[in-house]
Structures are given as C-alpha cells and as structure tokens.
C-alpha cells in the first residue's frame, strides 16, 4: 500500500513533442506528490508538486494532472528539449500522518532527441 | 552558494574497511536524511534526523550508522562495507518533517567497494 508505481521505465521523444510520465498510488493517506528531476551524477531536485485539492498544476513547460479518484497523477512535459533529457522520479508524502518521508517511484529515464 | 554539501563527491573503499561520508547544510533546516541509491533505482531512505532524535528504517542495516553533532552537519558511517553498499549515497534536507515535503538534496558520494 505504501507503492508508488511509474511508468514508463524509459521514454525517448523527439525535440518539440510531448513527454508524459504517469505514476499511481494506494495510500490514501498521501497528501503530496512532487516530482523530482535527476541529472546523471547529481542529486535529485524538486521539479514541480500538488497537492489533491486540484486537478493541475502548471509551472511553465512542466504541467501536474492529478486525479484524485483514480488515484494517479502524471507529468507532462511540453516542447520537450535535449535538456530535459534526465531520470524523473515521482513521489508521495502523508504529510501530518508521517514525517515527511517520502515514497519514490522507480523511476522513468527520458530522453529527448535534437 | 551550495545549500547541502557532500564530501567527498567519490569515495573507494576496500571490502570490511569503515568508512565515513559527511554532509553539510547552509540552510538551517531541522531535518536531515541520508538515502541510498543504487543504479536505476530510486533512493531509498535509511535514516533521518529531526534536530536531533534520531529514526532507523526497520530495513536499514545495523552496518549503517548515523551521527548529527550539530545542526548544519550530518555524517554516515558505514561500518564494514560489503560489495553491496556500493552505491551512490544522497543527503537532503528539509526545514520541516511533514507538511510541504520539500527536499533538499545533495551532489551524492558515489561509494565504491574493492
């Protein structure tokens, strides 16, 4: 119940198009969902977060949908570029009902093509 | 201006050899965490500090061990390496345990075990 699965494992997309990475959940008790973006020996870095009173949240070329009933939220990356090329990880939180810990997905290497 | 810092960035150590992989923090937060992550995995967490109490994952090793002397510094002591603790090693902080769930992270110490 604790999972957060993401698909897919990998995605290549060429310069210009639209990447789109999906993640889902059980826990009920998940009250954050960031997502985390990570450059090949780097740490990870917070991208983009909601929390499940809205449906989408959108920072630029980077767009959360969420859907609170069907308990999955997904990424969406506009215009994608070369330099988005990295691994994307999202996450949960229970937020008032943990500490903080937060629930990884395993992950989705994108690659974006010039 | 680095907000968390690790070091070193690379670490080899031999098979059964202690090792100690510190972090450092310029944001004043309350929490600190060490994760583990290993190739094409997302991190796994294997302790946090908040101030100063201290939280084990049920699945962390005994062979892993954490220190906090003070806010702005956190260190792991991995006791006797096995091949299997090679991994990169992830620090992150957070100004508080639950709520927002914002991370901080660091560069990493990319462990190698001979």
């Known amino acids: 119940q604790q999972q957060v699965k993401q698909s897919p494992q990998s995605l290549i997309v060429q310069k210009g198009g639209i990447s789109i990475i999906n993640c889902a959940y059980e826990?009920?008790?998940?009250?954050?969902f960031p997502w985390y973006q990570q450059f090949p020996g780097k740490g990870p870095a917070l991208l983009i977060a909601i929390r499940p009173d809205v449906s989408e949240k959108k920072e630029g070329r980077f767009t959360i949908s969420f859907n609170k009933s069907a308990k999955q939220f997904s990424l969406h990356i506009m215009d994608s570029q070369p330099g988005d090329s990295a691994t994307y990880f999202c996450a949960a939180d229970a937020g008032g009902t943990s500490y903080g810990k937060l629930t990884f997905g395993q992950g989705t290497i994108l690659t974006v093509h010039p | 201006d680095a907000m968390v810092i690790q070091n070193p960035r690379y670490q080899v150590t031999q098979f059964g050899k202690p090792v100690t992989l510190s972090c450092s923090q310029t944001?004043?937060?309350?929490?600190m965490y060490w994760y583990q992550q290993k190739s094409s995995q997302a991190p796994k967490l294997l302790f946090h500090y908040y101030d100063k109490d201290f939280n084990n994952e049920a699945d962390t090793p005994d062979n892993f061990q954490s220190r906090r002397p003070n806010t702005s510094f956190c260190f792991l002591d991995i006791r006797s390496p096995g091949l299997g603790d090679a991994a990169m090693y992830l620090c992150a902080t957070s100004r508080k345990l639950a709520g927002e769930g914002e991370q901080y992270f660091g560069p990493g110490t990319r462990l190698t075990v001979t």
């Open positions: 944001l004043n937060h309350n929490v």
């Open positions: 826990n009920t008790a998940f009250d954050y």
